[in-house]
């Protein structure tokens, strides 16, 4: 089981990853330079939070142009596992990996505060280890994470079950007093339709250790590790 | 020849001129007058503070380490590298470019050392929000440093923020940063080595900034001036590129030295790079990488254009570092070399256009400026209590002080700040002090700022010394050993006397405090020139201190965690009414002395709430500032929001006036809360330090009582004082 984090020149949680897979979670990882192309060996690749080129225009707008972006789609197209936090999350709607859009927060400020998520999925390969309707403590730090996606869209995501978080409060009510940054339908992190490619605007390596306060991230990874365990066995 | 008028736009006097014609033994050029201008401007050359500035301690309970543009501590193997510096006039023309850059500046001071950035605060002071400039720059300076911080991924972790009608028109933000390093990977701003490389590396160069340092951080704002050119533009994504590139060029050990070029761009790095390695060098002006065309010499050499760096390279390994740089996309470019004749060399195609001896050039004339005690200070300092009426109605104004722009929270402003990027803070922002894991140690560091201004104002050294006090208080109420300090002394004009006298006060104030908790200065910056054409700023001092926690396990926050703990008051509440936040904000007055001092006391409060937190007794720990007793209890009960806790505080006798007791400042004051089981052997460790100590109550359900006697000064719900203390700041911002 051996994963891979994306290093754009403006990443700035790729070494916040790396730390949690190998020091917390003692994965072999390393790191994948933009301009590389070689997934080789890798079960699973993280896109991770940062403004990959500066993002001074759009997040993650030129970020899906690089050349590493071309070997994660053919990644994701024979089924590796692939996860975008919070940048990581935009570059994957960029590149169309994903369905929908990153608008401004609602109140068009920066937000870094903990929030809660409601565990809306926990039929897939990222969530396996989590509760149904399980609630996670975990920060999010982003100036674009209000999801969009027109109406047609949010319905596929519904019928085929692929919006795996919500924000909602510490007892689990979603609605839109807990929307931190006006996301449509609460929409905190969603997979693809074949269930390979998770976007999630929380970071789960920042709340991977009991000592920063919360833990509850920790199991997506953990989910993921036992995931390719078992299906490689 | 050149005319006075010349040089006198340029910032030098008649004497300074001479001094410099004394030197070349000949007229300078363009160039090397320019040059001249700015490593003489009070910015760069620190003329008038340098004489005081030497009183500061250079040593103390950690072993320190003094470098050219930062300094630091060594805890182990590791070295903690941190400085303060100001950005103010450019954010009073600017406020966004200008706090972002100021925030880019002084992370380039600690990568330059070698060290990693781990953690930023800053320190900043508006006018009042009522004037809709001051809401203006606020949010522009918030917007600013989140826009940088947050892009270039160092985490914001603290600060502070006051309100003083002194600061409008010229609002102070003060950035400072701390990085790590193993001891041995730490680097000098020195050239040295004959043939050794002169390298450029980072961002080309512009005409962004020129005299940005020696025209507006040397002279008072004066009305309708339009000074929006000499503000630098930031780019945090090339600055987080230049990080990576420079922390990986460090790593080679083919560096000699590296300087980061800030005021005065290449002037700066060049003179003072030869002068710290006792050599000079030759560079040629056609190989500085350029983003506009036909700029003259002059203005290659003031351009203040960011994120760039000036290295010294091992001869032959030149080709070794441009690859890395060139790896991130950032130049590199060799400009000159090292040579052995204490000169720089400043060529524009090989045409020399400047040659300066290094040391005569950075070594700007010190000045004994003269001071004075201000007048208006005997009468300000003298306060009647018999004529400020006693309010009454104490819960009233509770809830008037929680609501107040200087106490409120300050959760608008650091929601905004990524504050969690590089996961080691433990104590997230609105405690007393931050903290901050060493991953591979069970060690931490907590890190905070701090200065009353309005005491300064009023009494400059002992306000300089409590700010010192405070600031260690606020380190030692998270669970850490004050280590060291940083400062940023922003005053008036030096040449008023009065200003001067104020500046020198309280660097006196700072040397003695510092000495007596055995804290060494370990870098710095002074900022003059603070004043609108209203009047001075007050004196603002800001402190930086960073602690050392022992055991990351063994850390501590503000907020009360359970029902039913007792809650504990060391220290001893006076009658000190002066200078408070309350008689400005209740009766409008801004006057008094600043409260009392014992630096003794002071120590046994602290030494006792240290050693009583690495026990493992304490479950809360706040130390009692701004609004007194009662703010301080309030912010205990709900600064979580996910958890509000009450107190019922029945067992306080004193015989002072009422309103004293409540929001008086008297220092050397912290409460603590812990479990009933805990309070003998804290009374024990009280005991063995000489600390009062006193249980003055026990924390309960929903509300916040507090008695004097067996009179009830204060009855409030949670909600209540959670309303009037939560958004205000932000309704007062968005409205």
């Not at chain 2, 007050?538 to 055991?551: E, L, R």
Request: with cysteine; glycine share 10%.
């Amino acid at each position: 089981m051996k994963f891979g984090i994306v290093v754009f020149p403006g990443s700035n949680c790729d070494q916040d990853c790396f730390y949690v897979i190998k020091d917390v979670l003692g994965k072999p990882v390393k790191y994948i330079w933009h301009k590389d192309t070689d997934l080789a060996g890798l079960d699973c690749v993280i896109l991770p939070g940062g403004f990959s080129y500066g993002d001074y225009l759009r997040t993650g707008a030129i970020a899906r142009f690089s050349p590493v972006l071309k070997s994660i789609v053919k990644f994701s197209g024979k089924g590796g596992t692939v996860i975008g936090i919070c940048n990581g999350f935009q570059i994957l709607l960029e590149a169309g990996l994903l369905p929908g859009v990153m608008l401004k927060n609602r109140d068009l400020h920066f937000i870094c505060s903990y929030v809660y998520i409601k565990t809306e999925n926990n039929d897939t390969r990222f969530t396996g280890l989590y509760n149904p309707g399980q609630i996670l403590k975990i920060p999010i730090a982003h100036n674009e994470g209000n999801y969009y996606i027109d109406a047609a869209g949010l319905k596929e995501l519904r019928d085929n079950n692929q919006i795996v978080f919500r924000y909602c409060s510490d007892a689990g009510e979603v609605n839109d007093k807990f929307n931190p940054n006006g996301a449509l339908d609460n929409i905190a992190g969603i997979i693809n339709r074949k269930r390979n490619v998770l976007g999630m605007m929380p970071h789960p390596e920042r709340s991977a250790e009991k000592e920063l306060g919360s833990k509850d991230g920790y199991f997506i990874f953990k989910s993921v590790i036992k995931y390719v365990e078992k299906t490689r066995t | 020849m050149i005319k006075p008028n010349v040089y006198h736009s340029l910032g030098l006097n008649d004497k300074e001129y001479r001094h410099i014609l004394k030197i070349l033994k000949r007229n300078p050029s363009n160039t090397e007058l320019a040059m001249f201008s700015v490593e003489w401007s009070e910015h760069c050359g620190y003329l008038c503070s340098r004489k005081w500035l030497k009183l500061l301690p250079k040593a103390g309970k950690y072993k320190t380490l003094i470098g050219e543009d930062s300094g630091g501590i060594i805890i182990d193997d590791l070295a903690i590298v941190f400085k303060m510096e100001s950005h103010n006039h450019p954010s009073q023309v600017e406020p966004k470019q200008g706090a972002a850059t100021g925030v880019g500046g002084i992370i380039r001071d600690i990568f330059t050392a070698g060290a990693r950035p781990i953690a930023s605060l800053n320190s900043l002071r508006f006018g009042p929000l009522t004037q809709a400039y001051n809401k203006y720059l606020l949010g522009g300076v918030v917007n600013g440093i989140q826009f940088y911080g947050n892009c270039v991924g160092v985490p914001t972790v603290g600060g502070e923020i006051y309100f003083d009608e002194s600061y409008s028109g010229n609002c102070l933000v003060n950035a400072m940063c701390i990085g790590i390093a193993k001891k041995e990977k730490l680097m000098r701003a020195r050239a040295c080595g004959k043939g050794n490389a002169i390298m450029y590396v980072g961002s080309s160069t512009g005409r962004d900034g020129i005299g940005g340092c020696s025209i507006l951080a040397s002279n008072e704002f004066k009305e309708g001036e339009e000074k929006r050119p000499t503000v630098q533009i930031g780019d945090p994504f090339t600055e987080k590129c230049l990080i990576e590139a420079t922390l990986e060029a460090i790593n080679t050990g083919y560096l000699v030295g590296i300087k980061d070029m800030g005021a005065a761009g290449l002037t700066c790095c060049t003179s003072e790079m030869a002068s710290a390695g006792n050599s000079g060098m030759d560079v040629e002006l056609q190989a500085v990488p350029r983003r506009e065309e036909n700029m003259e010499p002059w203005e290659v050499m003031m351009s203040e254009s960011q994120e760039r760096m000036l290295v010294c390279v091992k001869k032959g390994k030149e080709e070794n570092i441009r690859k890395i740089f060139l790896k991130w996309d950032l130049n590199a470019s060799v400009i000159g070399r090292v040579t052995e004749d204490g000169l720089v060399t400043i060529r524009d195609k090989g045409k020399i256009v400047a040659r300066i001896n290094a040391h005569a050039l950075t070594k700007a004339p010190i000045y004994d400026m003269p001071y004075r005690k201000p007048g208006y200070l005997r009468k300000l300092n003298k306060l009647k209590l018999s004529e400020i009426p006693d309010p009454k109605d104490y819960n009233k104004i509770l809830l008037k002080l929680l609501a107040a722009p200087s106490i409120t929270n300050k959760a608008w402003v650091y929601r905004q700040y990524d504050h969690m990027v590089q996961t080691n803070t433990i104590v997230l922002p609105g405690s007393d002090a931050a903290v901050l894991r060493l991953k591979g140690t069970n060690k931490g560091i907590a890190a905070t700022t701090d200065c009353n201004s309005r005491y300064c104002f009023l009494n400059p050294y002992r306000g300089a010394q409590i700010a010192v006090a405070e600031a260690a208080r606020n380190l030692v109420c998270s669970g850490a050993h004050p280590a060291a300090v940083t400062d940023c002394l922003n005053f008036g004009n030096p040449k008023k006397p009065e200003s001067f006298w104020q500046f020198k006060n309280c660097v006196e104030g700072i040397r003695d405090a510092c000495k007596s908790f055995n804290l060494s200065v370990v870098s710095g910056n002074v900022s003059f020139y603070n004043e609108s054409p209203k009047s001075a700023i007050n004196p603002t001092p800001a402190i930086g201190m960073i602690g050392i926690v022992k055991d990351i396990k063994k850390t501590c926050s503000q907020n009360f965690k359970q029902e039913g703990d007792a809650v504990i008051l060391l220290g001893y509440c006076r009658q000190d009414l002066g200078a408070t936040e309350y008689l400005k904000e209740i009766h409008h007055l801004t006057g008094g002395d600043a409260p009392q001092l014992d630096l003794k006391l002071e120590q046994a409060v602290q030494k006792t709430c240290l050693k009583a937190i690495e026990e493992g007794l304490v479950n809360s720990a706040h130390d009692c500032s701004e609004g007194g007793l009662a703010v301080a209890l309030a912010e205990c009960c709900i600064s979580n929001k996910d958890q509000m806790i009450g107190a019922n505080i029945d067992k306080l006798n004193y015989d002072i006036r009422p309103d004293a007791l409540l929001f008086g400042e008297s220092q050397s004051r912290i409460i603590l809360s812990c479990s009933q089981d805990s309070v003998g052997r804290l009374r024990k460790i009280a005991l063995e330090f000489k600390a009062p100590f006193y249980v003055i109550g026990q924390t309960c359900r929903r509300f916040l009582r507090i008695l004097n006697g067996t009179e009830e000064l204060i009855y409030l719900s949670l909600e209540d004082l959670n309303e009037a203390w939560r958004d205000s700041l932000q309704k007062n911002i968005e409205g």
